[in-house]
């Protein structure tokens, strides 16, 4: 490790377009170090004082370096259910029990948030993943209050809530058991086919219209999946859990999400018409987005796996953001404006209209709700 000026990604893009894009590929890590990962460096926080970062600098090394594993951390949350006032989100509350995301999307909008924890939005995203371990009670208390009014509480809005830590820690599963308990509606947004383990309780959810999820799928091509979500589950597995969440009727819906340019979005409509053959009744897409440091991540992992197509990709990108490599207005950081941005969105609405993928979820029921018992060590005066 030694104290490193990171280049500019205008300098990699320069490089990546002349016949010497190995030389650019040596700000990266060696793959055999990031083996399952997407991210490709893991450079410094944002918040931190000072930026180190490993880099080859073409001697070798006497050993080979360890590689990138997950570490868990555990946090107690102070308060589980988060708030939104977002226009352009179809949800006002939602509950995320992990930080950080082992799935490894290089895309993915959460990578900024590990800044504020310490850590890189790089590959620390990845493997530093935080459990809050208290999420089941942390929701009873606040199910509990008095004041408490029901409203549909989504999940897998920031990081995947079945990601591979949910398989031992299980903490998804206790959050709907308690939705269950108190009949609350809840809506889910996954990547991976663990979901499946829930069927019991899903049905039971869907029974009394208090549940409807959404699978995304990126791409039909395994080896492409691969390298945008590396630890994801594949997409033939998504799909086999989008036709059993739908036989056992729990409203589902596939999501075309993002929809990079030339990379998956020629896959569109063949990702529609495989969700609609599997049994989903409605379908989202939302654009590439690249807030913060996910932009400097994807470059990156565009010159690992399609050097060829940086300037490409990236000059769509910017086509569809006025210039920019991200458009933050309420409205247009889902969709994008400008030619490449109407067309793809004209090709949605068409296969979403010829697969009979255009109808909504249904709308949640709140009216069933009862509060949880909470056990009290103060006595009642009454």
Not at 276 to 292: E, N, T, Y
């Amino acid at each position: 490790m030694a104290l490193y000026q990171a280049p500019s990604f205008e300098a990699l893009e320069r490089l990546s377009r002349s016949r010497d894009a190995d030389l650019a590929r040596r700000e990266l890590e060696h793959p055999d170090r990031i083996r399952g990962r997407g991210a490709q460096s893991n450079r410094s926080g944002r918040f931190e004082a000072h930026a180190r970062e490993s880099f080859d600098d073409g001697w070798g090394t006497v050993e080979p370096l360890p590689i990138f594993e997950t570490t868990e951390h555990v946090e107690r949350a102070k308060t589980i259910i988060t708030s939104n006032d977002s226009p352009d989100i179809g949800f006002e509350r939602s509950i995320n029990t992990y930080r950080g995301c082992e799935h490894g999307c290089s895309y993915c909008f959460a990578r900024p948030s590990h800044a504020y924890l310490g850590h890189s939005a790089g590959i620390d995203f990845e493997r530093d993943i935080y459990v809050k371990t208290n999420a089941v009670d942390a929701l009873r208390a606040e199910l509990a209050a008095r004041n408490y009014r029901p409203k549909p509480i989504a999940m897998g809005t920031n990081t995947d809530p079945y990601q591979p830590a949910e398989r031992k820690h299980r903490l998804t599963r206790g959050i709907l058991e308690v939705m269950l308990e108190t009949r609350h509606p809840v809506m889910i947004t996954t990547k991976s086919a663990l979901i499946i383990r829930d069927l019991d309780l899903l049905t039971e959810l869907a029974k009394l219209n208090l549940v409807k999820v959404a699978l995304s799928v990126t791409s039909m091509d395994h080896k492409l999946s691969r390298k945008m979500e590396p630890r994801a589950s594949t997409p033939a597995r998504r799909l086999e859990a989008i036709r059993l969440l739908s036989e056992a009727g729990v409203p589902t819906a596939i999501f075309a999400s993002p929809m990079i340019p030339a990379i998956n979005d020629m896959e569109l409509e063949r990702i529609l018409d495989a969700g609609k053959a599997q049994g989903a009744v409605s379908a989202a897409m939302i654009l590439l987005r690249l807030p913060g440091e996910v932009r400097d991540v994807f470059r990156e992992w565009l010159l690992r796996h399609f050097p060829d197509r940086v300037r490409h990709v990236l000059s769509l990108v910017r086509d569809t953001r006025g210039g920019k490599d991200y458009d933050s207005r309420w409205g247009v950081r889902m969709t994008g404006e400008g030619p490449y941005a109407t067309l793809l969105r004209q090709r949605f609405e068409k296969a979403r209209e010829r697969y009979g993928l255009d109808a909504k979820l249904p709308a949640l029921r709140t009216d069933l709700f009862v509060a949880p018992q909470i056990e009290s060590r103060q006595m009642s005066l009454f």
